[in-house]
């Protein structure tokens, strides 16, 4: 029996059978024209237009978003009080290679990052996407310390240009072909509690069991630690699947960065800009990075900016350099980005988020205790996911349950994000939460058919 949401009539009606007859026709061409790197993911719909944390199709069906462009809409989509102020922007001033001649949002836009952000951080430099952030802070690090290897982790997702498809590690096609030819780059296993390869932390080490495996392995049997530049973490594993370390992990890492004179990267590109409940998730654990990547939400789903924020030692001492791409800091991107910033200081944008937490705990929580195939349900702020397993002891991953369930919710007329390892769920930050809960409802009748479907 299909559970129905008792505030299921807050959401629209369940869409048609997909694609419907305009959709198809569109992405039967698309397939066709398209390289299929891209094309074989699309979604059985093509989309119309958008208003907040809904989305109509070609065919008039009308889905919720729980998925806000990759997490890169945080504020419900179209806002026109992020528009106006851009598309004045860009009447007034047209686009500029911002390195060469300033705007007059420049500075503004610089000075209200490093208000925002930790206080270790005192330099900007301009980018356009979160890639361009993430190949930057690499080769800032290396730069700034005179060093060659970068250690990152095992199920991070940093882009898919040469340089960050080989830092990223989240699956193996991401970086095939690209691995064997990108050296400086060494691994570790995320530090996810459910699938830490490692026992407890030992007797009188670090406090962590993934820094004791540094230490008492990489470091010792492969990498010269003065060869290291630094660390490169994403606070909270994103598309990985929404799994956030430890405080003695955070430690215990600040202590072997300080130790080595490494520099520490985070990669707030998915966490940034309020997804964690906190503005940026290092806040968490009052961590001070050397170098923060931004980009995503950053331009309020509106427009493409990006940044990377340095601390004197990581960013201050050379110029010589050169980062960035022509359109990094459109002066009407700018404009979008400080406009996005003033709507976390005036709604009450992280309050709503730990209400979705709130709702995510409770309705995830309740299927992963009705259905032994999920292994794990996660919500942090409008970070959330359901890890799919064979069964809950082996905890074999189940790639295929996870897409069905994905298709399934589409059809129930819900968006979610079927990534390599989990069902991500990331909602508008200001989706209301009664919606939101119905919408994890669908959800649930999704897994339930799945479930049955494939006779699991
Ligand atoms: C943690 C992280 N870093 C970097 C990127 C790359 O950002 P973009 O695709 O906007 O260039 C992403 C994108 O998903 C990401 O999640």
Same mark, same amino acid.
């Given at each position: ?93 047209? @686009? ?107 007797? =009188? ?53 300080d130790e080595y004179g490494w520099l520490l990267t985070v990669d707030e590109v998915k966490t940034g800009f309020g997804r964690s409940g906190e503005m940026f998730a290092v806040e968490r ?13 950053? =331009? ?12 004197? !030692? ?30 976390? !200081?005036?709604?009450?944008?992280? *309050? ?9 705990? !409770? ?17 942090? =702020? ?13 905890? @074999? ?37 009664? *919606? ?16 049955? !479907?494939?006779?699991?």
């Open positions: 029996m299909e559970a129905t949401s008792q505030n299921d009539n807050l959401l629209p009606a369940r869409p048609g059978p997909l694609p419907g007859p305009r959709s198809a026709t569109e992405l039967k061409r698309l397939r066709e024209l398209v390289y299929p790197g891209t094309s074989a993911h699309l979604s059985p719909f093509v989309v119309a237009s958008k208003e907040d944390y809904l989305v109509t199709d070609l065919d008039g069906n009308t889905f919720v978003d729980l998925v806000s462009s990759s997490a890169s809409v945080p504020l419900g989509a179209v806002r026109d009080d992020l528009i106006a102020p851009m598309v004045d922007t860009l009447r007034r001033v047209g @686009n500029e290679d911002s390195h060469g001649i300033a705007s007059e949002l420049m500075l503004p836009l610089a000075e209200k990052l490093l208000e925002i952000t930790p206080a270790s951080l005192t330099r900007v430099d301009l980018g356009l996407n979160g890639t361009e952030a993430v190949e930057t802070a690499v080769k800032m690090m290396r730069r700034a310390t005179g060093r060659p290897t970068v250690i990152g982790f095992l199920g991070q997702y940093h882009g898919e240009t040469a340089m960050t498809s080989a830092l990223g590690a989240e699956e193996v096609e991401i970086s095939r072909g690209i691995r064997p030819l990108s050296a400086g780059f060494a691994h570790a296993p995320y530090p996810n509690p459910y699938r830490s390869p490692f026992g407890p932390p030992r007797a =009188g080490g670090s406090g962590d069991s993934t820094i004791d495996f540094l230490r008492d392995h990489l470091l010792f049997h492969a990498v010269d630690p003065a060869e290291v530049a630094g660390v490169i973490i994403e606070p909270i594993l994103g598309s990985g699947g929404c799994v956030a370390p430890d405080g003695a992990f955070w430690k215990a890492l600040t202590g072997l960065c654990w009052g961590v001070e990075p050397d170098l923060m990547c931004l980009g995503k939400a950053m =331009g309020g789903g509106v427009a493409p900016i990006a940044a990377v924020l340095g601390s004197e !030692e990581a960013m201050g001492g050379y110029d010589d350099m050169p980062t960035g791409s022509t359109w990094s800091w459109l002066p009407w991107a700018c404009a979008a980005s400080l406009a996005t910033i003033e709507v976390f !200081e005036k709604e009450p944008v992280l *309050e709503n988020v730990r209400e979705l937490e709130r709702v995510g705990r !409770e309705k995830l929580g309740a299927m992963a205790t009705r259905f032994t195939q999920i292994g794990e349900a996660r919500a942090i =702020g409008g970070f959330q996911a359901l890890e799919f397993v064979t069964e809950r002891e082996s905890r @074999n991953r189940d790639p295929e349950l996870q897409h069905l369930v994905e298709r399934r919710a589409v059809e129930l007329g819900v968006l979610t994000d079927s990534s390599s390892t989990s069902l991500n769920i990331q909602p508008s930050l200001l989706m209301p939460p009664d *919606e939101f809960a119905a919408a994890l409802d669908r959800v649930g009748t999704a897994v339930e058919e799945s479930v049955r !479907e494939l006779g699991r």
